[in-house]
């Protein structure tokens, strides 16, 4: 995944920072049992004179016998069974004094030997994540302050529930899906006039999730598309399509506001039909209808949105409420 090398930097200087973080932890263990069991100390002592006696023997071909060997073999076993012994004593776990690392896949270094490892890969997308998303309304948008009250409660002539049950089950179910959510779906698709509590309620999603360390992008489609466009011609480094098509969820706001193009529809349905393979969940926000998303996109992508969870919103454009309520 190609990506601007100031994110590249970001991440490398955060694995630093764990690193010594670790380092600091594994040095106040490390005084902690020497004040609590100064004899580790000596039995430390003891396991060192041991495994120099093995390496000598390694070294000096003439003296090494299967007997000295295992004699070797079988004191250095019982000094680290004495320490066990001590830590267990103590309340302690065995592996209390071993090096501390937030990923032991590439101790916190960021690479495995041969590629990049995915804790590096990770920061590198939360932090370009982060980027596209500070523009984003999150602290407004939360769960808590998403008003039910704003949704007519009265039921419209030939239907069955009113506006405020509607928008009563999106909102519970919004709220399960950030909780059950584990990284893997086909995602939701949001059907609604403007002014509904679409974008509120993805961003109720996104808050929730980006707390328990999960990487979501947000964006305008017609923001996000000519972000990748500026990349893709040379316009702008970095890449952020491979981060729509990779991160832990994307969501796509106001789909159809873009400018409808061959290249803009191609690249939408790269995006979506990419994430559905690998299973990657993914919001989409728009304020078309069936129809209109069918005209505008074709059977190809549009078949791919309609096969997700479909909620309908309805009520008023509580913008237009909450700006005459600010006049007043």
């Not at 929730?208 to 011609?233: A, H, M, N, T, W």
């Not at 098509?245 to 409808?260: H, M, P, R, V």
């Amino acid at each position: 995944m190609r990506l601007n090398k100031m994110y590249l930097d970001g991440a490398l200087k955060t694995l630093s920072e764990r690193r010594e973080q670790n380092k600091r932890l594994e040095n106040t263990r490390r005084s902690e049992i020497l004040k609590k069991i100064p004899e580790y100390e000596k039995l430390e002592a003891e396991l060192a004179l041991t495994m120099n006696e093995v390496i000598s023997l390694a070294l000096d071909k003439s003296a090494l016998t299967e007997e000295k060997v295992n004699a070797a073999f079988e004191k250095n076993q019982a000094i680290r069974q004495k320490m066990n012994d001590l830590f267990e004593k103590n309340g302690y776990p065995a592996d209390y004094l071993e090096p501390i690392f937030t990923c032991p896949k590439c101790r916190d270094k960021g690479n495995t030997g041969s590629e990049w490892c995915e804790c590096l890969c990770r920061l590198t997308n939360e932090m370009a994540a982060a980027e596209l998303n500070q523009n984003a309304p999150l602290a407004k948008s939360r769960f808590d302050n998403f008003d039910l009250n704003r949704y007519p409660d009265e039921t419209p002539k030939k239907e069955s529930v009113s506006p405020r049950e509607i928008m009563r089950d999106n909102f519970e179910y919004c709220k399960k899906f950030s909780e059950d959510f584990r990284g893997e779906g086909s995602g939701v698709l949001m059907m609604g006039s403007t002014g509904l509590g679409k974008t509120h309620l993805s961003l109720g999603i996104a808050n929730v999730l980006i707390k328990k360390g999960f990487c979501v992008v947000y964006g305008s489609v017609p923001e996000l598309i000519r972000k990748i466009q500026d990349q893709q011609f040379g316009r702008a480094d970095g890449d952020i399509l491979s981060l729509a098509t990779s991160c832990d969820l994307l969501i796509l706001d106001d789909l159809g506001a873009e400018n409808s193009t061959d290249w803009c529809v191609s690249m939408l349905y790269e995006i979506i039909n990419t994430r559905q393979n690998r299973r990657l969940p993914l919001i989409i926000n728009t304020n078309l209808d069936f129809d209109e998303l069918r005209d505008k996109y074709q059977d190809r992508l549009s078949s791919r949105m309609f096969s997700m969870k479909i909620l309908f919103f309805e009520g008023y454009d509580n913008r237009i409420e909450f700006s005459e309520n600010f006049k007043q």
